[in-house]
């Protein structure tokens, strides 16, 4: 039987609602980016308790605008034209701001068409990155070499032509749309889960962003000097959001509140009504990466991966 961790070996750390700080743990050997807004401990196993909301629940509209706010320095959008993306863009279009709509994809594909027609309709500086075939490769390997591995490295290509663009232009400080399909249930295995468990799923969910997804952007990102922000892991829209009260019925899916939001700040129906697609997909680095396994005689992407 394993012996018990003593209480003085016992270990407790807070994180703010993004762990900017990047605080972590070593855990047999593997560093984990522990999950914002959150108390953890440490013992015989990581036991994560998201910290208590601070004061009553505000309107998500008016919380979303206070973190975008909050950063000053940020002019421009790591966006895919998906619903996320675009209300951060149209938030700072209504507060008057320099907006740039930062994208990449491979030729054709469907974020470059839905982020260039957001730029339009925002009257924003469209900056795109196209990610040619013959490149692929090479970033996935410069991924591995700032420990991207796994599936991680599918949905940084995008990230890293993304934020690589960023530094060409000039740009230092970016918004990124992570964590609204955990708030507002944006994933299709959502509307599996029963629905008396779906809020012990998100909260779920929105642990497991700073181990995984905020490891991987964080590492990019400090790869090429640039600091992101996250305005819907902030304190106040997490609050909004868990402390919104949900139904049974179909408007708790598919990041309606967002809609929502898109429509009053301006934005057309078809931006806001643009369905959920992945980011590795809406990029088109998936469908190219098939091709490329297909062609190389691998069984699948995953041990191409492995491979390069």
Do not use: W
Not at 7 to 27: C, F, G, P
Not at 251 to 279: H, N, Q, T, V
Not at 282 to 291: A, Q, R
């Amino acid at each position: 039987m394993k012996a018990r961790t003593k209480a003085s070996e016992i270990k407790t750390i807070k994180t703010d609602a993004v762990n900017s700080s990047r605080k972590s743990i070593s855990l047999s050997g593997f560093n984990l980016i522990l999950p914002g807004n959150s108390i953890t401990t440490i013992d015989d196993s990581i036991r994560i308790k998201r910290s208590e909301a601070k004061g009553p629940a505000t309107d998500l509209k008016s919380e979303i605008r206070k973190a975008i706010q909050s950063c000053s320095q940020c002019t421009a959008v790591m966006a895919s034209g998906g619903i996320d993306s675009s209300v951060i863009a149209a938030t700072m279009r209504s507060e008057g701001r320099k907006t740039t709509i930062l994208t990449t994809g491979m030729e054709g594909s469907e974020d470059l068409f839905y982020a260039e027609k957001l730029a339009l309709e925002l009257g924003a500086e469209f900056i795109p990155r196209i990610i040619k075939e013959d490149e692929v490769e090479d970033i996935m390997r410069k991924l591995k070499q700032i420990d991207i591995y796994g599936y991680n490295v599918i949905i940084g290509v995008g990230e890293y032509t993304t934020m690589e663009k960023a530094r060409e232009s000039g740009i230092t400080h970016i918004f990124n749309g992570l964590g609204s399909d955990e708030l507002f249930f944006g994933f299709n295995m959502h509307r599996q889960i029963p629905f008396d468990e779906l809020e012990d799923f998100r909260e779920r969910r929105l642990s497991y962003l700073g181990a995984i997804d905020l490891d991987r952007v964080y590492r990019i990102a400090e790869n090429f000097g640039i600091s992101v922000h996250f305005p819907y892991l902030s304190d106040g829209v997490v609050n909004a959001a868990l402390n919104t009260p949900i139904e049974k019925n179909e408007e708790i899916y598919d990041k309606k509140p967002l809609r929502s939001i898109a429509m009053d700040l301006g934005l057309s129906s078809f931006i806001a009504g643009r369905k959920k697609r992945a980011f590795q997909y809406g990029t088109g680095v998936v469908k190219y990466l098939e091709k490329l396994a297909k062609k190389e005689k691998y069984e699948n992407v995953g041990e191409l991966i492995k491979r390069i």
